[in-house]
């Protein structure tokens, strides 16, 4: 099993739509959980942490189910400058991070 | 954004050559990460480093080795490298403890004939 697991897209959404993305990890002791957005040929770039009681941080919001192992991503209001690939991020070891292979978010006008 | 510079930005060279990468980084941070960026494949993480001198594997270290004398310095190399050592190389900086996030500086492309 794959340890971090996104649907890896495209979503196509109009502007203004909601999109929300899920994405799964299989290490169960994991603690820290992030959302980084890519853009082409460019670096990540931290988007949120993930906290246990889901967080929010202008239109985004990100949750965290335990129980179940998955964590979303809900985008409200989409913009075109939200078209980028979103990177699921759960924490491997000590010291260490693993990386989803991403979720690709297309927004049109 | 944070104080981290990778160089070169691109690099074209042959199999069977020597290369070296480096990440700059001027935050003063005990952690630092190289990983490679591959369609298909995400993020791996090649090798990195918790103190100066001190480092360790990760997923897909072979082919590769790090050095790391100075805090702000951490040296990738390709001893002799091959054409699937193509790839995009990120280098990050931050985590440890496992509950903070990393940042990443601008990559480096490189391409191996």
């Known amino acids: 099993r794959k340890e971090v697991e996104q649907d890896p897209g495209p979503f196509n959404v109009p502007e203004g739509a909601t999109v929300a993305f899920n994405c799964t990890y299989s290490?169960?002791?994991?603690?820290?959980f992030f959302w980084y957005r890519q853009d082409c040929r460019k670096e990540p770039k931290l988007l949120m942490s993930?906290?246990?009681s889901g967080n929010e941080d202008g239109r985004f919001t990100a949750q965290l189910n335990r129980a179940s192992q998955y964590i979303s991503l809900l985008i409200r209001d989409s913009k075109l400058s939200d078209s980028a690939t979103y990177l699921c991020?759960?924490?491997?070891?000590?010291?260490?991070?693993?990386f989803g292979k991403g979720t690709m978010l297309l927004v049109s006008p | 954004d944070a104080g981290i510079t990778q160089s070169p930005r691109h690099k074209v060279t042959e199999t069977g050559t020597p290369v070296t990468l480096r990440c700059h980084q001027t935050?003063?941070?005990?952690?630092m990460y190289w990983y490679r960026q591959d369609p298909g494949h995400g993020l791996r993480l090649i090798h990195y480093?918790?103190?100066?001198?001190?480092?360790d594997k990760g997923e897909v270290s072979d082919g590769y080795s790090v050095s790391r004398s100075k805090t702000e310095d951490f040296l990738l190399t390709l001893e002799s490298a091959t054409s699937s050592q193509t790839s995009v190389y990120f280098c990050?900086?931050?985590?440890?403890?496992?509950?903070?996030?990393?940042?990443f500086g601008d990559g480096t492309r490189l391409s191996i004939l």
């Open positions: 993930v906290y246990s």
């Open positions: 480093s918790y103190g100066v001198k001190d480092t």
């Open positions: 990050a900086i931050g985590g440890g403890g496992g509950n903070q996030p990393q940042h």
């Open positions: 935050e003063n941070h005990r952690y």
């Open positions: 991020v759960v924490n491997g070891g000590y010291s260490t991070l693993t």
């Open positions: 290490n169960s002791a994991s603690q820290s």
